[in-house]
T-cell receptor, first 113, second 111 residues
Framework: DAGVIQSPRHEVTEMGQEVTLRCKPI?????LFWYRQTMMRGLELLIY????????DSGMPEDRFSAKMPNASFSTLKIQPSEPRDSAVYFC???????????FGNGTRLTVT | AQSVSQHNHHVILSEAASLELGCNYS??????LFWYVQYPGQHLQLLLK??????LVKGIKGFEAEFIKSKFSFNLRKPSVQWSDTAEYFC?????????FGTGTRLTIIP
């Protein structure tokens, strides 16, 4: 089991650029979550999917953020345009059932200058 | 709305000291509770979880947590900490398919 795989591990970009973060959940897991971690706000749930369908995106900060899950093995989180305040570590996590524990990826550290 | 409170932001202990990290949640119904650990530069890993049954839950690396429903608490404990326990610890509550995390407690163990 390779675990949840996120790419890239680090991303440095300039303000105004588009950023795409990628996540491959553990095979067989039917729920996928995107979290953002910052010193100021801790871990924030951005959005989660059940069976590839977005269930709750109330944590997405604004329209600049969008997430997709075109199939059970892949999800993207896109920021367009990016801003310095988007700098954070973005974690993807998946779980096998609605009550199971989350398995986290290694995260993507995003720096927007 | 549910919330999770971790009142200890940073705890510093010497090796072999006993540890207790507080976690309180605000929802009054049935909840599932978790503790996760994040070692420096790494992702979150599950320490232990409570779904039902024995309110004293044992996890990995000698950690345990006690669910006290009347106090809405799920405190994490370890009788004797090690330098390798230096990490950030997150309490989380699962409700309505979502996992809500506390703000975390940074634990520093001094050799």
């Amino acid at each position: 089991d390779a675990g949840v795989i996120q790419s890239p591990r680090h991303e440095v970009t300039e303000m105004g650029q588009e950023v795409t973060l990628r996540c491959k959940p553990i095979s067989g897991h039917n729920s996928l979550f995107w979290y953002r971690q910052t010193m100021m706000r801790g871990l924030e749930l951005l959005i989660y999917f059940n069976n590839n369908v977005p269930i709750d995106d109330s944590g997405m900060p604004e329209d600049r953020f969008s997430a997709k899950m075109p199939n059970a093995s892949f999800s993207t989180l896109k920021i367009q345009p990016s801003e310095p305040r988007d700098s954070a570590v973005y974690f993807c996590a998946s779980r096998p059932t609605n009550r199971g524990s989350l398995h986290f990826g290694n995260g993507t550290r995003l720096t927007v200058t | 709305a549910q919330s999770v409170s971790q009142h200890n932001h940073h705890v510093i202990l010497s090796e072999a000291a006993s540890l207790e990290l507080g976690c309180n949640y605000s929802y009054g119904g049935t909840v599932n509770l978790f503790w996760y650990v994040q070692y420096p530069g790494q992702h979150l890993q599950l320490l232990l979880k409570y779904f039902s049954g024995d309110p004293l839950v044992k996890g990995i690396k000698g950690f345990e947590a006690e669910f006290i429903k009347s106090k809405f608490s799920f405190n994490l404990r370890k009788p004797s900490v090690q330098w390798s326990d230096t990490a950030e610890y997150f309490c989380a509550v699962h409700l309505n398919e979502k996992l809500t995390f506390g703000t975390g407690t940074r634990l520093t163990i001094i050799p």
